[in-house]
């Protein structure tokens, strides 16, 4: 099959039907805009079956998305799309770059979730931008980004309650969207322990990338836990 893109953690190639792709997921991990580099062993495997079981719950709950199926350890049949060049981050609780920025402790409950959106740029190492400045940047239009920000309020209230389910705090997510074929806007990348913040709710314990950017160690720990949680 042919190679059409090799991110950080993910390769993505052509099949056979030209509206699909296949996604095989690596064990590589990146932090700080790729300084921070390393391989940790069978996270392909569980960020495939934990993205892999987030979409079809979303798909059970009419998120329009690319995910067709998982077809194997590491890989997975999606629908091609042309991805919005943007990064949303939905937070409900503050962590992270946002607790940096404003100097307010990591933990403390956002009462009304703060959406946020970057360009997705290495070069300029993902900028924090505005509605205008996509627009201006024609990254999409107005009446786009609605239909994203209404999406992605969606997203946020089904994942709550799922990942609350498993005893699962979700503090923070990052998700992108694309365009298929007629021009829909629908969710595709991944959601997975490298693309969210969870913690457990009783003990704030991080089952997640946090444990590779921090040098917090049991990292594959962290994210087997996940899957575990989620599996049934
Ligand atoms: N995130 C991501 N990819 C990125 C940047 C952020 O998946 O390139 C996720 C990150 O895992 C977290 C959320 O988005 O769940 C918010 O990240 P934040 O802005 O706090 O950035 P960070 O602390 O990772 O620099």
């Not at 786009?144 to 503090?171: A, P, R, W």
């Not at 806007?185 to 969210?196: F, M, Q």
């Amino acid at each position: 099959m042919k190679l059409l893109y090799e991110g950080k953690a993910k390769k993505v190639y052509q099949t056979e039907n030209d509206q699909e792709i296949m996604v095989y997921y690596k064990d590589d991990a990146t932090a700080f805009n790729g300084i921070k580099k390393a391989q940790i062993v069978d996270k392909g495997e569980l960020n495939n079956a934990i993205s892999s079981i987030i979409f079809t719950y979303l798909t059970e709950h009419n998120i329009p998305n690319h995910f067709i199926k998982k077809i194997s350890e590491r890989e997975q049949l999606c629908k091609k799309v042309a991805i919005i060049p943007l990064e949303v981050i939905v937070r409900n609780v503050v962590a992270g770059s946002l607790a940096k920025r404003l100097q307010i402790p990591e933990g403390q409950i956002i009462e009304h979730p703060v959406y946020e959106i970057c360009y997705k740029n290495d070069e300029l190492g993902d900028p924090l931008i505005n509605d205008h400045h996509a627009v201006m940047l024609k990254l999409a239009t107005y009446d786009e980004l609605k239909s994203i920000y209404q999406m992605t309020k969606d997203i946020n209230h089904l994942l709550i309650t799922f990942f609350d389910q498993v005893g699962i705090l979700l503090v923070d997510f990052k998700i992108e969207f694309g365009k298929d074929h007629e021009g829909h806007i629908i969710l595709a990348d991944e959601i997975s322990p490298d693309t969210c913040r969870l913690w457990d709710k009783e003990t704030h314990e991080r089952l997640d990338k946090d444990r590779f950017r921090r040098d917090l160690g049991s990292i594959k720990e962290a994210y087997q836990n996940i899957y575990d949680r989620i599996k049934n």
